[in-house]
């Protein structure tokens, strides 16, 4: 469920990009992903949670209600990117899902934070 919730959120990011030139909201974090929000491309805040965390369903999108990283300013592009990640420590031993800016994933990778 947690690689669903990414891609939810990746594909909110791609129509968001449609909507502006191909960029992708340009604030990193929060910052970014409350565009998504506030512009209607996403209305469901669960998807910001990753199930194997247990963190309550939000009532507001926050750094501590959020168990994803969102680097933003990116261009949704053939280049391989990082866009969207698991926070280190969501899933067990170091494993993370990403998402890329050309709509590529890897699911249960070791963590980049992790240096591999």
């Not at 491309?41 to 750094?63: A, H, I």
């Amino acid at each position: 469920r947690c690689m669903s919730n990414l891609k939810m959120i990746y594909t909110a990011l791609q129509v968001y990009a449609w909507d502006h030139d191909g960029w992708f909201p340009p604030e990193d974090g929060i910052g970014g992903l409350s565009r998504l929000v506030q512009g209607g491309y996403l209305d469901d805040l669960s998807v910001f949670n990753c199930p194997v965390t247990g963190t309550v369903f939000p009532e507001s999108l926050t750094d501590e209600t959020c168990d994803y990283i969102y680097r933003g300013g990116g261009r949704l592009s053939e280049e391989k990117s990082i866009v969207l990640t698991d926070k280190p420590g969501n899933h067990p031993e170091g494993r993370c899902n990403i998402f890329y800016s050309n709509g590529t994933s890897e699911f249960n990778i070791r963590s980049v934070a992790d240096g591999e």
